[in-house]
Nanobody, 122 residues
Framework: VQVVESGGGLVQAGGSLRLSCVAS????????MGWFRQDPGKEREFLAA????????YYADSVKGRFTISRDSAKNTAYLQMNSLKPEDTAVYFC????????????????WGQGTQVTVSS
């Protein structure tokens, strides 16, 4: 499965962005899609995941209530709506796909996008 993220950019604190992730290839094998972010010198942080068929969602505490993950299976696309953005949300955001039924850590994912930069100014 190939995944490509888009939608990053520069936004002021308090603003919103919606990231998109388009999957292609063996999309029938996807069990879940996830969003992660990474700052230089830091570990990649899990943000949210959604199961492809049932649409069940799971969030990290750090983004719960501010970020919303969704998917449009017909378009093979997952989204991450980010509201009330803070300067500490600045990072490269990655989308990933997995066929695993456990999908809460980066080790559970095997297909990754190249990332999209999100910068939140104060």
């Amino acid at each position: 499965v190939q995944v490509v993220e888009s939608g990053g950019g520069l936004v002021q604190a308090g603003g919103s962005l919606r990231l998109s992730c388009v999957a292609s290839g063996r999309t029938f094998s996807i069990y879940a899609m996830g969003w992660f972010r990474q700052d230089p010198g830091k570990e990649r942080e899990f943000l949210a995941a959604i199961t492809w068929t049932g649409g069940s969602t799971y969030y990290a505490d750090s983004v719960k209530g501010r970020f919303t993950i969704s998917r449009d299976s017909a378009k093979n696309t997952a989204y991450l709506q980010m509201n009330s953005l803070k300067p500490e949300d600045t990072a490269v955001y990655f989308c990933a796909a997995t066929s695993n039924t456990y999908y809460y850590t980066q080790l559970d994912y095997h297909d990754w996008g190249q990332g999209t930069q999100v910068t939140v100014s104060s």
